[in-house]
């Protein structure tokens, strides 16, 4: 049974940082593409960065280029996202997904396999 559990959401003030986690189990983590996603409520779930299997590659939302960098540690299961400089409009629920595939990254959320049941961050102003 695939889990992607995420962790580290919280309260933040606008301009401060935090990194959000996402531990991986039941499945062969280093060949799949992964991705954080974010939702607000009412609205559609977007993209905000890519990895690929392998961590040699990723891709960002431009609303995420220059302040957030996704990494993975294959060895560990795990991927991460650390935001920096973040702004209120930055406030949604943040989910892990995982996509298998012969693509490098994946920015669609229909292309995704597996999700998260998010963790939530909010961003004050």
């Known amino acids: 049974q695939v889990q992607l559990v995420e962790s580290g959401g919280g309260l933040v003030q606008a301009g401060g940082s935090l990194r959000v986690s996402c531990a991986a189990s039941?499945?062969?983590?280093?060949?799949?593409?992964m991705g954080w996603f974010r939702q607000v409520r009412g609205k559609e779930r977007e993209f905000v960065a890519a990895?690929?299997?392998?961590?040699?590659?990723?891709n960002y939302a431009n609303s995420a280029k220059g302040r957030f960098t996704i990494s993975r540690d294959n060895a560990k299961n795990t991927l991460s996202l650390q935001m920096n400089s973040l702004k209120p409009e930055d406030t949604a629920v943040y989910y892990c997904?995982?996509?298998?595939?012969?693509?490098?990254?994946?920015?669609?959320?229909?292309?995704?396999?597996?999700w998260g049941k998010g963790t939530l961050v909010t961003v004050s102003s």
């Open positions: 997904a995982a996509a298998r595939g012969p693509g490098g990254y994946y920015t669609d959320p229909a292309d995704m396999n597996y």
């Open positions: 039941g499945l062969t983590f280093g060949t799949y593409g």
């Open positions: 990895i690929s299997w392998s961590g040699r590659t990723t």
